[in-house]
């Protein structure tokens, strides 16, 4: 129920319900649901703005994640300590996380994440004030998500591509990405 909670923006109850199942885990001692949990934890505290709390339940997450060889979970934490690092201006942190994300995302051949990292490194490049290198990166998550038919990732991917172009002065192409 922590994560229904959390989708309706209901970030004291989905704090309440997702801290009683870190608990409940923690007593059956499954690491990989102990892991999960820390996540949804951090995502609810980012969505709600503390940074801190939320910083610290991924790292949490990311160190079981890598100590059970859970590459996938590897790249979802690390995917989201980078968008913290994104939302704090702390570019330079977040493209060193996302590459990181992206390198493990290639090991496992899991090309959706692929994409989504992709998404993410070409936003971080946009707030940076690069839009050419921007757009390089989000041809290619444009490409990926096209080919995967994955119509959301491709809407998100398009928009971040419509706003580097209009950072880089390019209305038409700003237009045509939206």
């Avoid at 490194?121 to 050419?132: A, F, K, L, S, V």
């Avoid at 080919?147 to 172009?165: C, N, P, Q």
Wanted: glycine share 8%; hydrophobic share 40%; proline share 1%.
């Amino acid at each position: 129920t922590g994560k229904l909670h959390w989708l309706k923006g209901e970030y004291d109850q989905a704090l309440v319900a997702l801290k009683d199942g870190l608990v409940r885990r923690r007593r059956i001692g499954d690491r990989r649901s102990i892991s999960l949990s820390l996540n949804n934890l951090g995502l609810v505290y980012q969505d709600s703005g503390a940074f801190r709390q939320a910083l610290d339940s991924f790292e949490q997450s990311l160190a079981i994640r890598r100590d059970i060889g859970d590459l996938v979970g590897v790249v979802t934490t690390l995917n989201n300590l980078g968008t913290i690092c994104q939302d704090q201006r702390e570019f330079a942190k977040a493209l060193a996380l996302f590459q990181e994300a992206l390198d493990v995302a290639k090991q496992i051949g899991d090309r959706n994440r692929i994409a989504l990292v992709l998404v993410n490194i070409g936003e971080t490049h946009e707030r940076m004030d690069q839009p050419e290198k921007a757009i390089e990166v989000l041809r290619q998550a444009e490409e990926q998500f096209d080919e995967l038919g994955d119509k959301l990732g491709l809407a998100d991917a398009l928009r971040s591509l419509g706003k580097a172009h209009l950072v880089q002065g390019d209305l038409v192409k700003a237009r045509e990405a939206a």
